[in-house]
């Protein structure tokens, strides 16, 4: 049996815009300025119990802008499962005292895929 | 009565999801080259992808005289800022002609539709609009989501080739014209020792500091992602208060890795 399948063409007919079938969209579930001023090796965890079962992405962006910043601050994360819970590590590294605080902003986003 | 609530494509992926937002293409923005900003309008917090190069040649010369990508190629952003009134300014370190295409939430950027009549729109039991066919939602070019990349920190020495520590992934297709959102390595910057003189008007003497910034470029080279180091460099630096180290210990990074199809974004 045809699964259904909702597909969206421009307006031309010449390309199809959205395909409910072949696309791998992510959805946004939430973000996190981070910033911690304990700049050595700080870790930050977040859990997400009721995206259970569910594959999630996080992406961490630096906020800061060439030449504004020294970027000793290192933002990093990583995506694990402890059981099904979804869970978003944190690294927080500045190994410079001269700039007590590492930041960054967490945006996690929900693939939806079985685990 | 139910509405739509979610459709699952073939990899048993969320293609819709009722009760949360997507995000839409907001647009293109080029890039100068070197180090370079664009600042755009986007309502909440942007999803910015940029272009990297495929198939640069890529030198890997000796360290330090590699200023902005010159004598290696990629692409990567270094920064988002905002700057109220709903506009950013996105830094990037590129070669010239790349792209970095911005994406916002649905919700926030088309809160009453993309305008289009007719069109598929879903919204979440509170009206808020979270799907509009009549935007370019945002979707990926292969699964790449699962990658995590970790970026070494270790710099090169002076003598060492600048593509000692580079890292290099193997995705699941050509990565000719695509898009990437990836973490910045960010930049770790070390001085050097650049001159010493005495000032012989106070007998002291002086050294002069250039500061080196080594930064992270990424570039395609058929279906393989490519993590460089540049290295940037500042002019003399007088001032200076002791020497700056990056320890071995802490700051590894790891980023996930999202790919997106430049043609599905014009």
């Known amino acids: 049996m045809a699964n259904p399948v909702i597909r969206i063409w421009n307006d031309a007919g010449t390309e199809v815009l959205f395909d409910s079938w072949t696309d791998d969209v992510l959805f946004f579930v939430e973000e996190h300025p981070v910033e911690s001023p304990n700049y050595t090796n700080r870790q930050v965890v977040y859990s997400y119990p009721q995206l259970a079962g569910r594959k999630i992405v996080a992406f961490m962006t630096a906020p800061y802008n060439y030449g504004s910043r020294r970027a000793w601050a290192l933002p990093s994360c990583r995506v694990s499962y402890s059981g099904t819970t979804p869970v978003v590590t944190v690294f927080l590294d500045d190994e410079r005292t001269e700039l007590p605080i590492a930041a960054g902003m967490l945006t996690v986003m929900l693939s939806g895929v079985t685990q | ?266």
Not at chain 2, 66 to 85: P, Q, W
Not at chain 2, 185 to 208: A, E, K, L, V
Not at chain 2, 244 to 255: D, M, P
């Open chain 2, 1 to 266: 009565m139910t509405a739509i609530s979610r459709v699952v494509n073939s990899r048993g992926h969320y293609t819709i999801d009722r009760e949360r937002d997507g995000y839409g293409y907001i647009g293109k923005y080029q890039l100068a080259g070197g180090i370079s900003s664009v600042t755009f309008t986007c309502a909440g917090f942007p999803l910015i992808f940029f272009s990297i190069p495929y198939n640069k040649p890529d030198p890997g010369s000796k360290a330090v005289r590699d200023a902005y990508g010159e004598g290696r190629y990629g692409t990567v952003l270094v920064g988002v800022k905002n700057n109220g009134n709903g506009t950013w300014t996105a830094t990037a370190i590129s070669g010239a002609g790349e792209y970095l295409r911005v994406f916002g939430k649905v919700s926030q950027n088309w809160p009453n539709g993309s305008g289009r009549v007719p069109n598929l729109k879903l919204r979440g039991d509170d009206g808020t609009l979270h799907f509009d066919a009549g935007v370019r939602m945002l979707k990926l070019a292969g699964d790449t989501y699962d990658m995590e990349l970790v970026l070494d920190h270790r710099v090169p020495a002076w003598t060492e080739p600048t593509n000692k520590y580079d890292r290099s992934y193997t995705v699941p297709f050509d990565l000719s014209n695509k898009s990437i959102a990836a973490a910045c390595r960010c930049t770790i910057g070390m001085p050097y020792d650049y001159n010493s003189y005495i000032d012989f008007d106070s007998g002291q003497s002086y050294t002069q500091w250039h500061m080196t910034y080594y930064d992270t470029l990424y570039a395609g080279v058929g279906s393989t992602l490519q993590v460089r180091r540049c290295i940037t460099e500042s002019g003399p630096d007088f001032e200076t208060t002791g020497f700056y180290t990056v320890g071995a210990s802490t700051i590894t990074t790891y980023s996930r890795l999202a790919v997106i199809d430049n043609t599905k974004y014009p």
